[in-house]
T-cell receptor, first 113, second 112 residues
Framework: QQQVKQSPQSLIVQKGGISIINCAYE??????FPWYQQFPGKGPALLIA?????SEKKEGRFTISFNKSAKQFSLHIMDSQPGDSATYFC????????????FGKGTKLTVNP | KAGVTQTPRYLIKTRGQQVTLSCSPI?????VSWYQQTPGQGLQFLFE???????NKGNFPGRFSGRQFSNSRSEMNVSTLELGDSALYLC???????????FGQGTRLTVV
């Protein structure tokens, strides 16, 4: 059973456009929802994270929207740039608990110049 | 501040052999977790160590083991390697089990 479902698998946007990646989770005990960015040959890098007590968090061009009742969260990348082309992973965790980071399958984002 | 350091970066092993991978966490971080990344299964949790104690273990066979030393450095070992163990093995460190995790660049293991 896949605890965190991520969509789409791949995404192509034009430079300056908005990239939107969605995730849904099953376990209501999850209390920490990070997004990671991974470039080829590199490890995942923490991009932004949110906890269920807030509905939105913004850092620069990156925004997480969180819907606790629907058990969904999404990443919005505003003004997408070619340098944003990477694979993005959502994850969920019970921090300090037994459910360590559970990852979605990833979204390969391509931003065309 | 140095990041998470994993060694070696690349390894080629023969089926049936064993392998040890090393992870040095960010200075001051005492929690280390290991993940396996493959194209088919994605990123999967292997185990977590904090203060030299294994706190959690993922759903992997007993051939996968690990340990953490008093300086927080960690090693993972895979015995009797199988072709399916070919993967990118990632180490993540955090100050404690309930704080954000930072990943290293990984060790690419190829089993032939």
């Amino acid at each position: 059973q896949q605890q965190v479902k991520q969509s789409p698998q791949s995404l192509i946007v034009q430079k300056g456009g908005i990239s939107i990646i969605n995730c849904a989770y099953e376990n209501t005990a999850f209390d920490y929802f990070p997004w990671y960015q991974q470039f080829p040959g590199k490890g995942p890098a923490l991009l932004i994270a949110i906890r269920p007590d807030v509905s939105e968090k913004k850092e620069g061009r990156f925004t997480i929207s969180f819907n606790k009742s629907a058990k969904q969260f999404s990443l919005h990348i505003m003004d997408s740039q070619p340098g944003d082309s990477a694979t993005y992973f959502c994850a969920a965790e019970v921090q300090g608990g037994s459910e360590k980071l559970v990852f979605g399958k990833g979204t390969k984002l391509t931003v065309n110049p | 501040k140095a990041g998470v350091t994993q060694t070696p970066r690349y390894l080629i092993k023969t089926r049936g052999q064993q392998v040890t991978l090393s992870c040095s966490p960010i200075s001051g971080h005492r929690s280390v977790s290991w993940y396996q990344q493959t194209p088919g299964q994605g990123l999967q949790f292997l185990f977590e160590y904090f203060s030299e104690t294994q706190r959690n273990k993922g759903n992997f066979p007993g051939r996968f083991s690990g340990r953490q030393f008093s300086n927080s450095r960690s090693e993972m070992n895979v015995s009797t390697l199988e072709l399916g163990d070919s993967a990118l093995y990632l180490c993540a460190s955090s100050f404690s089990p309930d704080t954000e995790a930072f990943f290293g660049q990984g060790t690419r293991l190829t089993v032939v």
